[in-house]
Antibody
C-alpha cells in the first residue's frame, strides 16, 4: 500500500526557515518524480515544487522560486522541502504527492500544517 | 501560465442526480503525444486527496464508473452519474502540460 506521511510543520515567524519531510513507503521511491502541493486555509490547491527521480531536476512556480528547495534521499525514501524567508502567505497545509508516469499526482499524503506568523 | 477556470464554486444537488463540473483552460492542454494533461481530484474532510481522472477521461484504479471525464482542447467536464452521499466533496482540475502546473479553484458539491 502506497503511503506518504508529511512532518515538520508548525508555527514559524516571518523571515525564518522550516524544513518539511515526507516519508514514503509501499513503492519504489526512486522510480517516481515527487511533488509538494499546498493549500492555504479555506483556499484551493497550489503546486509548489517537483523533483525528478534522481533529484537532478527541480521545478518551482515563481511564488516560491529562490525561497523553497525540494530535495530527496532515495536511500531513505524521503522527500524534503526547505522553506526559507517565509511569508505569511506561505501559511498552508503542505502535501507530498507522487507523480506517476501519466504525469498526474496519483497518491497524496494527509499533509502538514505550516503557520507563518509573529 | 495556463489558467484553469472552474466557473461554479458550488453546486447543489440531491443524491441520485447527475452533475457536471466544468473546467476551462486558457490554452489547449493537448500534447504532441495526443493526450490531454488534465486530471481531476476529490477532496473530502478527513481523507487524503484522491485522483479520479487523468488524461481528461481515464479513470484511476478503483474509481467508480459513475465518475466520467470528458472534453478536449480547452474544455473539460467531470460528470458524476447517480451521485452518492460520499460524493459530496470538493473537486479540482489540474493541468500538468506546462510548468507552472495549475489547479482550478475547485467546485464544491453540496446537498440540496
Amino acid at each position: 500500500e502506497v503511503q506518504l506521511v508529511e512532518s515538520g510543520g508548525g508555527l514559524v515567524q516571518p523571515g525564518r526557515s522550516l524544513k518539511l519531510s515526507c516519508a514514503a513507503s509501499g513503492f519504489t521511491f526512486s522510480n517516481y518524480y515527487m511533488a509538494w502541493v499546498r493549500q492555504a486555509p479555506k483556499k484551493g490547491l497550489e503546486w509548489v515544487a517537483t523533483i525528478s527521480t534522481s533529484g537532478s531536476r527541480t521545478y518551482y512556480p515563481d511564488s516560491v522560486k529562490g525561497r523553497f528547495t525540494i530535495s530527496r534521499d532515495n536511500a531513505k525514501s524521503s522527500l524534503y522541502l526547505q522553506m526559507n524567508s517565509l511569508k505569511s502567505e506561505d501559511t498552508a497545509t503542505y502535501y507530498c504527492a507522487r507523480t506517476c508516469s501519466h504525469w498526474y499526482f496519483d497518491f497524496w499524503g494527509p499533509g502538514t500544517m505550516v503557520t507563518v506568523s509573529s | 501560465q495556463i489558467m484553469l477556470t472552474q466557473q461554479a464554486e458550488s453546486l447543489w444537488i440531491s443524491p441520485g442526480e447527475r452533475v457536471s463540473i466544468t473546467c476551462r483552460a486558457s490554452q489547449s492542454l493537448l500534447y504532441t503525444d495526443g493526450k490531454h494533461y488534465l486530471s481531476w481530484y476529490q477532496q473530502r474532510p478527513g481523507q487524503t486527496t484522491k485522483a479520479l481522472i487523468y488524461h481528461a477521461s481515464v479513470r484511476t484504479d478503483g474509481v467508480p464508473t459513475r465518475f466520467i471525464g470528458s472534453g478536449s482542447g480547452t474544455e473539460f467536464t467531470l460528470s458524476i452519474e447517480h451521485v452518492q452521499p460520499e460524493d459530496f466533496a470538493i473537486y479540482y482540475c489540474l493541468q500538468t502540460l506546462k510548468s507552472p502546473y495549475t489547479f482550478g479553484a475547485g467546485t464544491k458539491l453540496e446537498l440540496k
